[in-house]
């Protein structure tokens, strides 16, 4: 698209269009909420990380990044090595009994690493 035809979809000028994408002047509200409908994605443009980076999570994803959000330090680390024992086809240390490790171990650094038969998969805290 040409930066006229951008320019006009947004309802800037073709001056205004090239002043945003040389930086001499940075765009209003208005014209960054009409660049989605010119095909143009907005989290791109201010960040340089694409919007498909991040797929839109159904509800049960939902439920759980705010239970996570809830939880104090400790109850999180406790949802990441339970979420990380059943990504890895491995029960929650509470379907394997108590003191029954399962392979997993938490290293120095506060990682995560469960033991499985083709290696290890590795989850590092953040």
Known sequence: ????????????TARSQRNYE???RLPDAGYLAALPAAG?????VLTGERSGAHPAHDA??????????????QARQHLIQ????LAAGMPPASAR???????????GDDAIQIGSVTGKARIKNR
């Open 1 to 12: 698209m040409s930066q006229q035809a951008l320019a006009e979809q947004c309802g800037v």
């Open 22 to 24: 040389s930086g001499e």
């Open 40 to 44: 143009v994605d907005v989290l791109y």
């Open 60 to 73: 049960a994803e939902q439920v759980l990044l705010d239970s996570y959000r809830r939880c104090n330090a």
């Open 82 to 85: 339970t979420a990380a024992l």
């Open 97 to 107: 009994g108590a003191g029954s490790s399962g392979g997993q171990s938490v290293v």
